[in-house]
């Protein structure tokens, strides 16, 4: 049997779901009351639930093995527009309270802008400043919303 | 009463803030239709936390406008650049792009429009001659009904949607098991919250939709290269289409919506897979098949009418029974939800106002969405040039603000990040992560349905096969199950299998 990409992700994709599943029924199982179909405790659909989803990654998987598959091409990650874009919502959750939503919403539109290298810095300090400023506008000045620009 | 209820509509939907609400829905639609990379699912996810600040109706009528704005404005791109703006406007490129590259743009963007505009007028209709004796008869529905019903529309969106029905079936109860998490309603007793007291409230609706559908969209969209659109002239002169263009548009229109309406009541059909079926009709009943994806106009008409039909049917299960056939009316419900209406067919009898407010400014918004894409075009069509680079961190900014509007807490941030990573996982690995989003919001109603059948008949689960309407909702199910496992069978012989309509989610 030659390991196809396509069965590679198949495989993985059921193998993580059964994974997910079967945990889920056990911390329920383990964790919570059952109770009986009459009187279902807190633990008893959650438990079906993660049967469920166990059987049916274990399903996926099995049909990744069971037949042939395409050749399927290697799936692209731009990693770099992953990783950025992670960086930037993770520095506006660090950042939004000590320093206020305006230089927060700044620090993400630079950070994010940076995924695609095509972008100037120039014109990504700009983007961002003006994106801050509307934000500002729309979000505080306008809807009122219960943020605070500046915190410091 | 039919004319009481309409004309209290006209009343609710003539305020000022509602025309304005309805005029920025359509407006706002109409622009991230148009927009690349845009489309009314990640739009409407944009939007949603913003609508707790605003007036229920007001709120409603502006996602619905974004709905069909988004829906008139993708065929633009599709038409013009050749890339579908979102998979339902994919089949637009078929026949639409070769129209535009013999110079017919013009005439392929109107009647995009016209089709549109029939089709939701067939749809809107149906809506309002359905919705209300729907919901009526629903009122009679106990748990043992409800639950099945929403059994056979989860199983229906897994099914019917893209890839293979297991993984989508997988998605769905990813989607129950998730709603499980937080404080379990009968027992007070704390779910899968791994001691985060933030978790208790449940996962929340809006960090999961963000990040699927805005954050997952961005990663996997970063670096495509932009394709320009073909150069057209644009004058109303250029966009009337010939007599014989009419001719062969007008039959479509009517076979298009047709089948959309029959289709867009059911759940799951969204994505476009309508759409195909209504273009493969129109070739097997034409008289030169050929002409089909050389830019024949009928092969536009009839998937545009289908596309809009099925939009105003697909708000009559959402709206009546609260069981929402796809992923934008998963997010609507979501709307009623955040200002504290349960969606159900109470909704009709005790907000009358709401319901006949809506249908009333779908046909405001239908009478601007013309007059935005015929006459306006052309400042349309300009905006196809915005480049990605310059948009994109600017959805990941309103991302970001919109989940912290909601509940003013960094964690929900923490969630929107994490699920946007977790979306974009199951995408590489080929699932679709809008039956996830159905199973996340019927979650909690479908425990409770099928706690409290289970408690009325006694633990005896053959309650389900003595009460006729979840009968026969539990057969459909089944029958959907059957079918489909099939279809992924044959597909799977006829060698070309899930190649199609994966690169995008919607």
């Known amino acids: 049997m030659t390991v196809t990409v396509e069965r590679a992700r198949e495989l993985a994709g059921g193998t993580l779901l059964a994974l997910l599943g079967g945990g889920a029924a056990l911390k329920a199982l383990t964790s919570q009351h059952i109770g009986t179909p009459a009187n279902m405790g807190p633990g008893f659909f959650p438990v079906v639930l993660g049967v469920c989803l166990g059987l049916c990654g274990l399903g996926v998987a099995a049909a990744a093995l069971g037949r042939s598959l395409d050749q399927a091409a290697v799936p692209r990650v731009n990693v770099r527009a992953v990783a950025l874009v ?13 320093l206020g939503m305006v230089p927060a919403a700044f620090l993400l539109v630079l950070t994010a802008g940076f995924a695609d290298p095509r972008t100037k810095p120039l014109t990504l300090v700009l983007l961002a400043g003006g994106l801050a400023g509307i934000s500002w506008l729309v979000f505080i000045v306008a809807l009122g919303m219960p943020l605070r620009a500046f915190a410091f | 009463m039919f004319f009481d209820h309409l004309l209290l509509g006209f009343s609710e939907a003539f305020t000022l803030t509602n025309l304005w609400y309805c005029f920025i829905g359509v407006l706002l639609g109409t622009l991230v239709g148009v927009l690349p990379g845009l489309g009314a699912l990640i739009t409407i996810s944009l939007l949603l936390p913003f609508t707790y600040y605003l007036p229920v109706d007001g709120a409603l009528i502006m996602l619905a406008g974004v709905y069909f704005g988004a829906d008139f404005g993708g065929g633009t791109c599709s038409i013009l650049i050749g890339v579908p703006g979102h998979p339902a406007a994919a089949v637009d490129v078929l026949d639409g792009y070769p129209m535009a590259k013999q110079g ?87 779910r899968f919250t791994f001691g985060m007291t933030e978790l208790s409230n449940g996962v929340g609706l809006i ?111 959402s709206l009546t029974l609260g069981i929402p056939g796809d992923a ?19 909704v009709m009898t005790s907000h009358p106002e709401l319901f006949w407010g809506l249908i009333v400014s779908f046909w405001i918004g239908m009478v601007i969405l013309v007059a935005l894409n015929i006459p306006l075009i052309g400042i349309w069509v300009r905006l196809l040039q915005i480049p990605y680079p310059l948009m994109f961190p600017g959805i990941v900014l309103f991302t970001c603000i919109g ?100 690169e995008d989610i919607g």
């Not at chain 2, 009419?246 to 309406?261: E, T």
Request: charged content about 10%.
């Open chain 1, 86 to 98: 992670t960086l930037s919502v993770a520095l506006f959750a660090l950042t939004i309270r000590p």
């Open chain 2, 328 to 346: 934008v009316m998963a997010l609507l419900l979501a709307a009623l939800m955040l200002q504290g209406i349960q969606p159900g067919p109470m």
């Open chain 2, 104 to 190: 017919r743009g013009g005439v392929a963007l109107f009647i995009k429009c016209i089709a549109s505009a029939w089709g939701s007028s067939v749809g809107i209709i149906l809506l309002m001659l359905f919705a209300p004796a729907l919901s009526a008869f629903a009122l009679k529905f106990g748990p043992a009904e409800y639950f099945m019903l929403m059994v056979l529309g989860l199983v229906a969106a897994a099914s019917v949607g893209r890839g293979s029905p297991l993984k989508g079936f997988a998605m769905v109860v990813l989607g129950l098991l998730l709603a499980t998490v937080g404080t379990d309603v009968n027992t007070g007793l704390q």
């Open chain 2, 403 to 502: 989940v912290m509007s909601v509940g003013n807490s960094t964690f929900d941030l923490w969630m929107t990040l994490v699920f946007g990573l977790a979306g974009f996982a199951l995408i590489l690995l080929r699932f679709d992560v809008v039956p996830l989003i159905l199973g996340l919001i019927l979650g909690a109603p479908i425990e409770e349905n099928l706690r409290r059948t289970l408690l009325l008949s006694d633990g005896d689960f053959g309650v389900f096969l003595t009460r006729p309407i979840a009968l026969t909702a539990g057969l459909a199910a089944l029958l959907i199950v059957a079918l489909s496992t099939f279809a992924q069978m044959r597909r799977k012989r006829a060698g070309h299998h899930a190649t199609v309509g994966h």
């Open chain 2, 207 to 317: 960090p999961v939709a963000m990040g699927l559908f805005a954050l997952t969209e961005v990663m996997s969209s970063i670096g495509k290269s932009a394709v320009s659109p073909v150069k057209q002239r644009l004058r109303l002169r250029d966009q009337l289409p010939s007599r014989a263009e009419w001719r062969a548009s007008w039959p479509a229109m009517l076979r298009g919506s047709g089948l959309g309406a029959a289709f867009g009541a059911l759940p799951g059909t969204s994505g476009g897979m309508a759409t195909f079926i209504a273009y493969a009709v129109e070739k097997r009943v034409s008289k030169t098949p050929e002409k089909f994806g050389t830019g024949a106009v009928e092969g536009l008409a009839a998937p545009e009418a289908c596309n809009n039909a099925g939009i105003g049917t697909a708000f009559i299960p």
